[in-house]
């Protein structure tokens, strides 16, 4: 096909669509691998969206009035990768060509922090549909806070997104859909890519129900669109733009595959490269040459460049606005940069060490003392909890909660959803401007669990409000008592775990949690009362952020053996150190962050666990791992089976979670 023929093709519109579609299958076709059939499909509505409607800046890719783009469905990330590249981002045409390979940013999946422009890191089905739910809801808190009536520097964003029936089966996004439409987020526009094909084949198989009704009865406004009708994709997102009271889902009925004579409509294309052959009969079906690689039409290159330009104004003239806003509001102007800046005062601990009496008290009720006081200090800290304020301690007593007449408030009723709001406190995270944090019972974190690796991943600074620790939940029996959960969590990389023993240890977990910028912390907390305990009189509270530190020194130089524990087994450890005390010398140590022990040196470890030393370790959980952090004799005190119903106490004594009861165990062991 000559290039004259190229260049009477006057519908630019569908030459950068068709162009879209031959790089994403080259690139899959050159790894061998990937997913070439949604970026076939969806072509024509993602040109359309970024070349006519997404306000951006390629030039500026963290400006904050930008709207969102989100690929939920994550296995078209050559789509993606695609339209970053041709509308200017910093992306080369040899990283389309290095898709998926090694050391490559142009990832099998889109990966937050790569490349500027992914929003999020998708690829596991339904999260992405949350995070931008959640990216809607911080936008929404933006507006509600700083926007004024006689100016347009600070607006309510557009949260895009493309989704797909695996992200639509997927639970988490049932729970997101539903709270979307109740709080009226009519800032999302979702484009539902409606190919009716699997992995397995046609989506009859699995999936029956009417998406329309469905959808509608979440309170979203709904519209079906053919994906290859150009006015009526464009009709769609002015109709959607200028809806004031819902979220809107544009139904987009397309062909996967599009564009190939052979494997369109058929589920061999959803996951699979075209082929050699296919791929050339493609080229030769969309009228482009056959005989070159990765090409791309001067008329597509001035298009996307011509928008890039009209992007760049636009944005230029919000400067002027944003710098007219700021003289106008400079309070507001202020509060903003300590937004956007993650402002935190300079003394912070203090501030919480104050807040925590010193008391025998569950450290749900302690932490309660310091979110009240980070409430007050912190401009940007939001947070709620799954149905679970009353229980958690997490209501910010001073403060309202969001809704959908008044997003000021900085307390959020996630409703009995800990899926969605896993991916909704993802979503306020990597949008920008809130330190943010969810809370739930610790055995419904299994239900976050996606969340939270993908919080991980991509280093977001997410707090995790995690009550009701262990088997001494009590009365709610197994179902409700934690026995794997702290293993479990404790074994994602990169998140930063605490199961604080007091006010103290609560006090700095929470300051540690604050002032970290990077990665997700949780807070680990229980529902029962924790005996106080003392410490030696040169205590630092800074010794808590080493991970471990001394509670009590052995009765003389030579130490006999060391007892470690956390949260409530402090306690328990320093009770089995008293009964013990006239037979052997002990070292007590409380490690209120594994994660935080084991980034310490190897002197300052051998200092608080000699490597002749005897360690027993106590924690009513699973013990899973800790013969993996001491390598001395060891005895692990905790659970190896599921709990039981009772009274607390009664199940401390069943377990064996006294201190009477351990300094049993201990003189057995040791004999």
């Known amino acids: 096909m000559s290039e004259n023929i190229l260049a009477s093709n006057k519908n630019l519109t569908t030459l950068a669509a068709n162009t879209i579609r031959l790089l994403s299958a080259e690139a899959i076709q050159k790894a061998n691998s990937g997913h070439p059939g949604m970026p076939m499909g969806m072509a024509d509505v993602a040109t359309i969206l970024w070349t006519e409607f997404l306000v951006h800046n390629p030039e500026q890719p963290d400006w904050i009035n930008r709207d969102r783009f989100v690929l939920s469905a994550g296995h078209g990330s050559m789509l993606l990768y695609s339209l970053l590249y041709l509308s200017g981002y910093d992306v080369t045409l040899d990283e389309l060509k290095s898709f998926r390979q090694w050391g490559s940013r142009t990832a099998g999946h889109p990966e937050f922090g790569l490349i500027k422009g992914i929003e999020t890191t998708t690829g596991p089905l339904g999260q992405g549909f949350t995070n931008a739910v959640g990216m809607a809801i911080a936008s929404k808190m933006i507006q509600a806070r700083f926007t004024e009536k006689n100016s347009d520097a600070i607006r309510s964003n557009f949260i895009y997104a493309i989704v797909s029936d695996g992200d639509l089966m997927e639970g988490i996004s049932h729970e997101a859909a539903s709270i979307a439409g109740h709080l009226k987020l009519d800032n999302i526009i979702f484009f539902y890519d409606d190919n009716n094909i699997t992995i397995e084949g046609n989506t009859n198989l699995t999936f029956s129900e009417d998406i329309q009704k469905r959808f509608e009865s979440y309170g979203w406004d709904v519209k079906v669109v053919n994906a ?23 139904i987009s009925k397309s062909q996967i595959g599009f564009g190939s004579p052979n494997k369109v409509n058929t589920s061999e294309v959803h996951g699979s490269p075209l082929g050699k052959e296919e791929l050339l009969k ?54 903003l940069n300590k937004y956007l800046s993650n402002y935190l005062p300079d003394n912070l601990e203090e501030e919480f060490l104050a807040a925590v009496p010193k008391e025998s008290n569950a450290t749900r009720s302690l932490s309660s003392k310091v979110i009240q006081k980070i409430a007050d200090l912190i401009p940007n800290f939001v947070g709620g909890s799954a149905d679970l304020a009353p229980s958690t301690n997490t209501f910010m007593n001073k403060f309202s909660a969001i809704s959908s007449e008044d997003f000021s408030g900085k307390n959020f009723h996630f409703g009995i959803r800990e899926h969605a709001m896993g991916g909704i406190l993802n979503g306020i995270a990597a949008y920008g401007g809130f330190r943010v944090f969810g809370a739930t019972f610790f055995v419904f974190s299994d239900y976050m669990r ?7 991943i991509m280093h977001l ?41 007091d006010g103290v240890e609560t006090a700095m977990s929470w300051s540690y949690a604050i002032k970290n910028r990077k990665n997700p912390v949780a807070l680990i907390l229980t529902r029962q009362k924790i005996e106080l305990f003392e410490r030696p009189d040169n205590f630092n509270p800074e010794y808590i952020l080493q991970g471990a530190y001394i509670i009590s020194n052995g009765s003389h130089d030579k130490i006999d053996l060391v007892i470690a524990a956390s949260g409530s087994e402090v306690p328990v450890a320093v009770e089995a150190k008293k009964i013990l005390s006239d037979k052997l010398s002990i070292k007590v140590i409380s490690i209120p962050s594994l994660e ?19 360690v027993v370790v106590i924690e009513a959980a699973s013990m899973m791992g800790w013969g993996d952090v001491f390598r001395q004799k060891l005895l692990t005190i905790g659970i190896d089976g599921f709990g039981a119903s009772g009274p607390y106490q009664t199940l401390a004594e069943k377990y064996g979670l006294t201190g009477k009861r351990v300094s049993e165990k201990i003189i057995e062991w040791l004999k």
């Open 228 to 250: 290859y009708d150009h006015e009526a994709i464009r009709t769609a997102i002015k109709s959607a733009q200028n809806e004031k009271t819902k979220p809107t889902i544009i």
């Open 461 to 501: 600074p997410t707090i995790y409000v995690f009550t009701h620790d262990s088997i001494f939940v009590g009365e709610d029996g197994p179902t409700h008592q934690p026995v794997e959960q702290l293993a479990a969590l404790r074994l994602i990389p990169n998140i930063t775990v605490f199961r604080p023993a």
């Open 282 to 335: 493609t080229k030769e079906n969309l009228g482009f040459p056959i005989d070159k690689e990765f090409y791309i039409p001067e008329e597509v290159k001035d298009f996307f460049l011509h928008r890039k330009v009209e992007l760049i104004t636009y944005y230029n003239e919000w400067c002027g606005s944003f710098e007219l806003w700021k003289n106008n509001y400079s309070d507001k102007a202020e509060l």
């Open 596 to 614: 935080l022990y084991k980034k310490q040196s190897d002197e300052f470890k051998n200092s608080l666990f000699p490597n002749d030393v005897p």
């Open 450 to 456: 996606p969340s939270i690796r993908l919080a991980s």
